[in-house]
């Protein structure tokens, strides 16, 4: 078996990095009943400029398909979290926004992960934190560079 590459290596701990932190959040939602990809769908539209998002809107945020978000709008919708309605221009255009219910539980949810990362993360110094936020900060701009030129 041949030594893997410095790039192979790297990949490989980006990708444990993702499953800990996948699973830690998991385990920390499961706390009030939520997946980590509903919570990821609750704060993308919360972070939106405007009041709702179309699904295909939230599918680019996401980087996944309509289909999926079709889906996590079904599960929250007849959780309450969300609600659907036409665009005002293009009645074709479903539009997804918060609820109260969803904006309480976004919070609440918020406050657990903020909390979760605070513990599982503590072991860095400031300085630490500081130096890997720059160095993953490159890395997303390196890969979004690559991914954007690969589409082009």
């Known amino acids: 078996m041949s030594d893997s590459s410095p790039e192979e290596n790297l990949y490989r701990q980006f990708l444990t990095i993702f499953v800990l ?8 939602f499961k706390q009030i009943d939520l997946t ?8 993308t539209l919360d972070s939106a400029a405007t009041d709702s998002l179309t699904v295909s809107e939230v599918a680019d945020k996401l980087l996944c398909t309509r289909g999926n978000v079709t889906r996590l709008v079904q599960r ?23 609820t109260p219910e969803g904006e309480t539980k976004l ?7 903020e909390a979760s990362l605070q513990r599982r993360l503590a072991e860095l110094t400031p300085a630490e934190r500081q130096q890997l ?20």
């Open 21 to 28: 932190l996948d699973d830690g959040d998991r385990r920390t």
């Open 36 to 43: 980590t990809s509903q919570y990821n769908f609750l704060r």
């Open 76 to 98: 929250l919708g007849k959780s309450g979290l969300v609600r659907t309605g036409s665009d005002a221009r293009d009645q074709r255009l479903v539009r997804i926004s918060l």
């Open 107 to 113: 919070a609440q949810a918020r406050q657990l992960h």
């Open 133 to 152: 936020l720059d160095l993953t900060a490159t890395a997303v701009q390196i890969l979004e560079t690559d991914l954007a030129a690969q589409t082009s």
